[in-house]
C-alpha cells in the first residue's frame, strides 16, 4: 500500500510503501525525496481494517 507523509525538514510531500509484513508497529527512518533529510517514521497498522496511521519528525 502506499501512503503518503509530509517531510518533518522541508515539508515536501513523500511517497512510502508500506510493508504490511513487516509488522503493525514500524519505526524506520525514511530519506526525504526533496530534501534529503532523515524522518523517523511511525507507522501503526490496524490489520483488520488495513488503516494505517502515519507519524513523523526529525531524526533524533
Ligand atoms: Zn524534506
Request: hydrophobic share 35%; glycine share 4%; with cysteine.
Amino acid at each position: 500500500m502506499r501512503k503518503i507523509f509530509r517531510c518533518a525538514w522541508c515539508f515536501e510531500v513523500n511517497e512510502i510503501f508500506v510493508d504490511f509484513s513487516a509488522g503493525e508497529d514500524q519505526i524506520y527512518v525514511e530519506d526525504c525525496q526533496v530534501c534529503c533529510r532523515p524522518n523517523t517514521i511511525h507507522l501503526r497498522i490496524d490489520m483488520t481494517t488495513n488503516r494505517v496511521e502515519i507519524e513523523n519528525e526529525h531524526e533524533g
